[in-house]
Every structure is written in structure tokens, then in C-alpha cells.
């Protein structure tokens, strides 16, 4: 490792690395530029590779056709408009946070005996996130057990959520989370009576875990009054209601991922309205601690301020006013091996959702890690594209208006990713 702000942390299997840590993750690739098209069925999983691998050529023709043109015309642009001809240059965007509390629960991962993994009361809006594997010789279920802290009747409303099946394939489980927590909302109402508790979902009464899986979920609820909420593991026969109330607290692995944020979801806007013929390409970066800052909580169990090493659990409304023009959008993973779900919006009430990437289980592993000077430079605003950097496509939009896209860091996933937008040639 180069350099003394290398930032790394563990998430399951996989690994939360920044750019400078990704000679660690997977070998240089080859070739040329991967793009990876979102696929709409969400059935089709056969990667067409090699099908469009001139792309980064073609990215390199928009540019230089862009300079060819301005200075045809006898374009006054200064020297840096021309430069910025020359690479994607960063698009900027401001950052407020909003929204109830995220309960996320990460530690320890690797969960070896029963007991309480997390614990904490809210109330009003809240999601909470568990990530945990069983590492034990014995099959495990994980629950959430929400109990009801109010004098009388309170009501608890699941508004969303999502939570792949139990596998020892991490990436698989990650990715199937977040589709299904993205492809819609939910209305389910628990009622809980003074001192009465209820699992979150029913079916975590039913679910196995089987030595080596991983169990990952993430659900947003409305709490009228107090609620306690503990995320548990315990035998594969037993009661979770009773569980929470007997199992002691376990204390957090070395990676302290778990605690409370206030703030649980972040609105990202673009400073300016982005016009594809005068902008050219751009991007901006998502959880890289740099531009995009990491969340700060506190451990409810003992007190401690934590960090939210990748921003897991937060909830990005991205916001991208288009000027006329036709542009295409892309994710690129820039810390390894990657593989979620986004919601993309081009009008109010509609929305398509990219698996990313699309025709593949997952992607990254084929971007070479970045070298300290393109990182560099990277970070300061300017960005060359490799010629093996992957892209998966987030659909285009057409004409003025406002692209949204709802993102989260998915479990099992490295960070950080880039969204690229270009021009559509």
C-alpha cells in the first residue's frame, strides 16, 4: 500500500476499497473499454463481451470532433474550455442530507454465536440494514425484532425493502437485494400492543442460514411511537421474539461497522444545468470520502462515534437538469468487483431499473487498478478514461428536462463508483 491516506475497510466478502486500494482486490485487465448495457428483463445474464470494446475510441471521436468543430467555427473558448475537450472533466454537485434514522447493522459480520447483533430506538421514519454471515458450525436465522416502547397501541408501517436469499455467493445476494428493494414500495402495517413485540418480516422466522451464508437486507419502516429494534442471530429453531429479550449484546468485530445516523438519506443536485453540446463528457463521484463524505453516527450499544465506511444504507436522490440535447449515462466501479440496482426517472411517477451491470452478475474485476497519478488527477478534476475502464449503461435521456436516479452502495460491493455522463453521438 502507497501513501498514509489509503482508506480500507471490510464489508463481508467483499472489500471497501478506495482506488489506491484496488492492487490488492484483482489483477490489471485487458483490453479495451467494457460497456456493460442494462438489461430490462433483469432475466438476461449473458455478458455480449467484446461487442462494443471500441467504445473508449468513440468517447475519444465525441471529444475531438467537439475541438474540430469550436475551432472551425473560430471559437473564442478559452484554454480551459479546450482542455476540458481533452477528458471528462468533474461535474459538481452539492450534498444535503435528510430523512429519518438508518439503524445499520454490520458487526460483527462474521457472526460466530447467538446474539444480539444491534440495538436501538427510533421513532418516525427509519430503515435499518443487517449484513451478517454465519460463521458458526450450525444453522443460524437472523431476525429483527421490533418491540413496542409506547404506553399504548402503536402502529409500524414497512414502506420498502428487500432481502436476497441466504447464499454463500455474496455478490448474488447483494445484487438481488437491491433489485428487489428498488422495483417498488410496499404498505405492510404491524400493530404492536404496550410491551408487545413483532418480528419486522415473517418470514425471518422461516429463513436459514446455513454455515457460510450471508444474510442481507434493508427496509424502511414508519414507527407512530418508540419502537426498540434488535437484529438478532440465533438458532435455526428458535423463537426470535423470545431471543431478544434473553441474548446478551455481542461486542463489534475490528471494523466497527454498526450504529445509528440521523440523516439517512442524501440529496445530491448538479450546480448547473448540463448541456451535453457545450459541457461535453463529465462526471462526478459517488462514496469516495473525497467529494462525497462518509456519514458519521453513534453506537447506541456503547456510545461510541462510528463511521459509515461506504455510506451503506443511505439512500442518494441524485438530481440532473439537462439542457437540450440527447445524453447517455453510465456507472463506473472504481474499487473491484461490483454488482447492485438503480432507479433511473425521466418523468414524475415513472422509472426504469438497471441492474448494474446488466448482462452480467457483477463487473470491476476487468478495471485495472488506478495509478497514483490518475487517481491524482482524478481527484482534482480531470479524468482520463483507461482503455479497460468498465461502464454499465443507465439508460439516456432526451431533451430538456431532469434526470433522477435513486442509488445506494450495495452490500458486497466495492466503492467508489463514478457516474459518467456523455453526449449521444
Not at 413483532?198 to 442460514?209: A, G, H, P
Not at 442471530?233 to 426470535?240: E, R
Not at 450499544?301 to 440532473?320: F, M, P, W
Request: glycine content about 10%; charged content about 25%; proline content about 5%.
Amino acid at each position: 500500500m502507497k501513501g498514509t491516506n489509503k482508506l480500507f475497510a471490510v464489508l463481508a466478502a467483499g472489500i471497501i476499497c478506495m482506488p489506491s486500494m484496488a492492487q490488492a482486490r484483482h489483477a490489471a485487465a485487458s483490453g479495451a473499454v467494457t460497456i456493460v448495457h442494462a438489461d430490462k428483463t433483469v432475466q438476461k445474464q449473458q455478458a455480449k463481451e467484446g461487442a462494443e470494446t471500441k467504445f473508449l475510441d468513440r468517447i475519444k471521436n465525441i471529444l475531438q470532433a467537439e475541438e474540430t468543430r469550436k475551432n472551425s467555427a473560430g471559437s473564442t473558448a478559452d484554454s480551459q474550455t479546450k482542455q476540458k475537450t481533452k477528458g471528462l472533466a468533474r461535474w459538481d454537485m452539492d450534498s444535503r442530507d435528510e430523512g429519518g434514522t438508518l439503524l445499520f447493522s454490520d458487526s460483527p459480520e462474521y457472526v460466530t454465536q447467538n446474539g444480539i447483533l444491534y440495538q436501538d430506538s427510533v421513532q418516525g421514519d427509519a430503515r435499518v440494514l443487517f449484513y451478517h454471515l454465519n460463521n458458526s458450525s450450525e444453522p443460524k436465522k437472523l431476525a429483527v425484532v421490533l418491540k413496542n416502547e409506547y404506553s399504548g397501541r402503536n402502529e409500524v408501517v414497512v414502506t420498502r425493502g428487500g432481502s436476497g436469499r441466504p447464499s454463500s455467493d455474496y455478490l448474488k445476494v447483494g445484487k438481488a437485494t437491491q433489485l428487489e428493494y428498488f422495483s417498488g414500495e410496499k404498505n405492510q402495517k404491524i400493530t404492536l400492543l404496550p410491551g408487545m413485540s413483532r418480528l419486522l418480516q415473517e418470514n425471518m422466522n422461516e429463513t436459514i442460514l446455513q454455515p457460510g451464508q450471508l444474510t442481507y437486507g434493508v427496509f424502511d419502516f414508519h414507527a407512530e411511537h418508540s419502537v426498540l429494534v434488535s437484529v438478532i442471530m440465533l438458532d435455526a429453531y428458535g423463537d426470535p421474539v423470545t431471543a431478544a429479550e434473553n441474548l446478551p449484546i455481542l461486542p463489534k468485530d475490528e471494523m466497527r461497522l454498526r450504529g445509528t445516523f440521523k440523516g439517512m438519506n442524501r440529496v445530491l443536485s448538479a450546480r448547473k444545468v448540463y448541456n451535453p453540446g457545450e459541457d461535453g463528457g463529465v462526471f462526478f463521484m459517488l462514496a469516495d470520502d473525497k467529494v462525497d463524505k462518509y456519514r458519521k453516527g453513534i453506537d447506541a450499544t456503547d456510545g461510541s462515534a462510528v463511521t459509515n465506511y461506504g455510506n451503506y444504507g443511505i439512500n442518494y436522490r441524485i438530481e440532473l437538469p439537462i439542457e437540450t440535447g440527447r445524453v447517455d449515462y453510465y456507472l463506473s466501479p472504481l474499487g473491484g468487483v461490483y454488482a447492485g440496482a438503480i432507479r433511473g426517472f425521466q418523468a414524475a411517477k415513472t422509472y426504469t431499473l438497471f441492474p448494474t451491470p446488466g448482462e452480467r452478475a457483477y463487473f470491476g474485476d476487468r478495471t485495472a487498478p488506478e495509478p497514483d497519478a490518475v487517481q491524482a488527477q482524478r481527484e482534482a478534476g480531470k479524468w482520463q478514461l483507461a482503455q479497460n475502464t468498465e461502464l454499465a449503461s443507465l439508460g439516456e435521456s432526451a431533451g430538456r428536462g431532469e434526470t433522477v436516479f435513486e442509488f445506494s452502495p450495495p452490500g458486497a460491493s466495492n466503492l467508489p463508483v463514478a457516474v459518467v455522463m456523455l453526449p449521444k453521438k
